[in-house]
């Protein structure tokens, strides 16, 4: 594992990923987990059985004749989120662009459309009553590791080219004709995000400071 690597590569080195390594570790148990549900036939095979009873019971209730289109909405539903999911988790969940620095460029670009909404229209994490817990996060004088930012963002960037093809429009855009190690190394040591200086700078002046910003 990337972080178990590394982290044994010296006891700072240790200090740096521990709780990047420990939410991994904690990540893979609990996949590993469902998926053991998942490919054990004898239990999907129960669940099925479970799920045709109680859709048997409900078809036998005129009262519940409502319920059954449930199990067809349901079904369209999930096949929505797979057909979204792959682009989803690389993108809105970040797994393409592991590391603190990716965090805080999406939090200010963010901020820059959400905080002039009226606070009912701002995304959940912008409105009044979080905001004071987004600034001490995104303010936070936590230091922020080169070495480390540029194995996370390298080894994610190159998840990114696996999943989705190095062909793919968005791939090519964001390595730039770079490889994902070397786009990782020139974006995090190029960046001027580490100073929170400036992020309080761009929070504070809105769109106009981050469309003008040279970050990088």
Same mark, same amino acid.
């Given at each position: 594992m990337l972080l178990s690597a590394y982290s044994a590569r010296s006891t700072e080195n240790a200090r740096r990923a521990k709780d990047d390594l420990y939410g991994a570790q904690n990540s893979r148990k609990a996949r590993e987990g469902i998926l053991?549900?998942?490919? +054990? *036939?004898?239990?999907?095979?129960?669940?099925? #059985? &479970?799920?045709? =009873?109680?859709?048997?019971?409900? =078809? /036998?209730? *005129?009262?519940?004749? +409502? !319920?059954?289109?449930?199990? +067809?909405?349901?079904? =369209? /539903? &999930?096949? !929505?989120? !797979?057909?979204? /999911?792959?682009?989803?988790?690389?993108?809105?969940?970040? $797994? #393409?662009?592991?590391?603190? $620095?990716?965090?805080?460029?999406r939090t200010l670009v963010r901020a820059a459309a959400e905080r002039p909404k009226p606070n009912a229209e701002r995304l959940r994490e912008f409105g009044e009553a979080g905001l004071e817990s987004l600034e001490f996060q995104l303010f936070s004088e936590k230091p922020i590791y080169d070495d480390l930012e540029m194995l996370l963002l390298g080894d994610s960037l190159s998840r990114m080219a696996c999943q989705l093809g190095s062909s793919d429009t968005l791939v090519r855009k964001i390595l730039a004709g770079q490889s994902p190690r070397q786009r990782a190394a020139s974006l995090v040591q190029e960046t001027r995000l580490k100073s929170v200086a400036l992020r309080r700078q761009l929070y504070q002046e809105g769109q106009s400071a981050i469309d003008a910003a040279p970050i990088r």
């Open positions: 053991a549900g998942l490919l +054990d *036939p004898a239990f999907m095979a129960r669940k099925r #059985a &479970e799920e045709q =009873q109680l859709r048997n019971a409900l =078809q /036998a209730r *005129p009262e519940f004749a +409502d !319920t059954i289109p449930a199990w +067809d909405q349901i079904g =369209q /539903a &999930e096949k !929505t989120i !797979t057909d979204h /999911a792959l682009p989803y988790n690389l993108l809105e969940r970040g $797994l #393409a662009f592991r590391g603190d $620095l990716f965090a805080i460029a």
